[in-house]
């Protein structure tokens, strides 16, 4: 069993920047592979990016490359999303999830967190 916790979202202006956190407990965090996923009201929820068990491997969705960093510290049992040039339409909640493979298949993910909500002005 993995407990996983985001913050860092909030309320941020077009142009700014956030930096989310997923604090994991339980399981060894370094056996897993932590993705990001967002879901917009009555939207799908989607990919955003994920980085494989020790961190040398990353896959962004097309929307959020060359804006958004994931990185992750397995010291601190920690996996973070550092976000660039928000847009409005990155407006969602955004969820952590480990699993034993990296990908953008939401059931490649066995354990999710319970979400921080990003909301981007105009």
């Known amino acids: 069993q993995v407990q996983l916790v985001e913050s860092g979202g909030g309320l941020v202006q077009a142009g700014g920047s956030l930096r989310l956190s997923c604090a994991a407990s339980?399981?060894?965090?370094?056996?897993?592979?932590m993705g990001w996923f967002r879901q917009a009201p009555g939207k799908e929820r989607e990919f955003v990016a994920a980085?494989?068990?020790?961190?040398?491997?990353?896959d962004y969705d097309d929307s959020v490359k060359e804006r958004f960093t994931i990185s992750r510290d397995n010291a601190k049992n920690t996996v973070y999303l550092q976000m660039n040039s928000l847009k409005p339409e990155d407006t969602a909640v955004y969820y952590c999830?480990?699993?034993?493979?990296?990908?953008?298949?939401?059931?490649?993910?066995?354990?999710w967190g319970q979400g921080t909500q990003v909301t981007v002005s105009s």
């Open positions: 999830a480990a699993g034993f493979r990296i990908g953008a298949i939401r059931a490649y993910y066995d354990y």
């Open positions: 339980g399981r060894t965090f370094s056996m897993f592979a």
């Open positions: 980085t494989s068990s020790r961190g040398s491997m990353t």
